[in-house]
């Protein structure tokens, strides 16, 4: 009889709340884990609380993201390692600030985290997926994408490109047997917030979620093969009028002459 090594999910940003309850999610559901992060003693806390509760195999795999030496060594295990069947890119950087007098580290911090880093493990992670003809790959976004502040012209440009490059991976990847997920939070209970210069007090409590309920919302989106997963949409009818509309927009945006209206 044929043997298959067990699926394994690696998850960024595992260090975090979010990335944390996502570990939880993805070992209830029997999947071994990868957990990657800066914060060791975090992320053992993690991992002995999933083991605990769950029974999987739980390794840490410590690492600054943003360091390119780190990154390479996440990028070789997604490579190498046959039983990873999940990549989670969780793990991200948020600062906000105007624009001007922005301190070039944190920019440089924001998209090497949030950019960088999920484009190049999702480049080390889909040769093996199509190669076995299977895998998930969830990049996670964020309503600021959308929901864009005086202040956070960075954090959601780097988040708009998540999108962008989440939906484009999913058209590329539609025929090898590989499951593409963005997943589109809102604000949550987590110490995202802590040093970002912008307050979670800012939010009403109706509009902040807790990271649990936020991961069980993106994975039944997951099981129900939605491309685009918001844990706070009621009516998937809105996400699909907003992509309409754009899709309408988009065969006009390059002709031959300027719209009648520039031209006198």
Known sequence: ????????????????????????????????????????????????????????????????????????????????????????????AAKFAPIAGFDPTDIELQVALNITTPTRLVAAAVGGMTRRGRGTIVNVSSALAFFILPVSAVYSATKAYVLTFTQALRQELSDSGIRVQAVIPGAMHTEFWDGSGFALSGFPDANVM??????????????????????????VTDWEGYERARDKVAPVMSRAVPADRYRR
Do not use: W
């Open 1 to 92: 009889m044929a043997t298959h090594a067990p699926k394994t999910a690696l998850i960024t940003g595992a260090s975090s709340a979010f990335g944390a309850a996502y570990a939880r999610g993805l070992a209830e559901r029997g999947h071994d884990l990868i957990l990657v992060g800066r914060k060791e003693g975090r992320l053992r806390s993690v991992a002995a609380d999933v083991v605990e509760r769950t029974r999987v195999d739980v390794q840490i795999l410590v690492a600054d993201l943003a360091d390119p030496v780190q990154l390479a060594q996440v990028e070789e295990r997604l490579r190498t390692d046959e039983s990873i069947d999940t990549l989670v890119n969780s793990a991200g």
């Open 210 to 235: 807790s990271p649990e309920d936020a991961v069980a919302a993106a994975l039944a989106g997951l099981d129900a093969g939605e491309p685009v997963t918001i844990p706070s949409l009621e009516n």
